[in-house]
């Protein structure tokens, strides 16, 4: 599955969280950093929705949008 990750910078770190799996957030220093933590962030919320008999939840689409600015 894939899923989308919005990633926000703060003053010291980044921040992402991903609007299929509420709950599942983390940070990191670094964009990389993040993601890698954002992979096991990911793992662990499965294992705890299969552990509990949970569905998973399927991903939405996700797309952009051009604008001037």
Do not use: W
Not at 51 to 62: R, T
């Amino acid at each position: 599955m894939r899923y989308a990750m919005v990633i926000e910078k703060g003053d010291n770190n980044y921040s992402a969280y991903l609007p299929d799996l509420p709950g599942c957030v983390t940070t990191g220093s670094t964009v990389e950093e993040l993601k890698h933590n954002m992979q096991e962030a990911i793992e662990l919320h499965l294992e705890g929705l299969r552990e509990d008999g949970l569905p998973i939840p399927e991903p939405s689409e996700v797309d952009f949008i051009d604008v001037a600015a």
